[in-house]
Nanobody
């Protein structure tokens, strides 16, 4: 299983970015997909998860601003981030959880300037 995250970049506070995570080698139906992030000098933080069925879940820091979605046909994951804040600056990692195993992407840098 391989995950390739993309879409990061530099944006001003209040702006938007859309992250994508393309997967290869995954099964037809994945249990869950999601995003975490890690800011410099801080521990990795969970951001959002979207299950194969049911509603997505968000960290409090992401609620109301971020939207996670997925295309089940090709197991592609997205994270639409609006109203970005400087504290959202981090490396964002996508992950896939299936049959008790977790796979991670390489991360994409998001930098929000004030």
């Amino acid at each position: 299983v391989q995950l390739q995250a993309s879409g990061g970049g530099l944006v001003q506070a209040g702006g938007s970015l859309r992250l994508s995570c393309a997967t290869t080698g995954t099964s037809v139906s994945i249990d869950a997909m999601g995003w975490t992030r890690q800011a410099p000098g801080q521990q990795r933080e969970w951001v959002a998860t979207i299950p194969s069925t049911g509603s997505p879940a968000y960290a409090d820091s992401a609620k109301g601003r971020f939207t996670v979605s997925r295309e089940n046909a090709n197991n592609t994951l997205y994270l639409q981030m609006n109203s970005l804040k400087p504290e959202d600056t981090a490396v964002y990692y996508c992950y896939v959880s299936d049959l008790g195993l977790v796979w991670w992407g390489q991360g994409t840098q998001v930098t929000v300037s004030s």
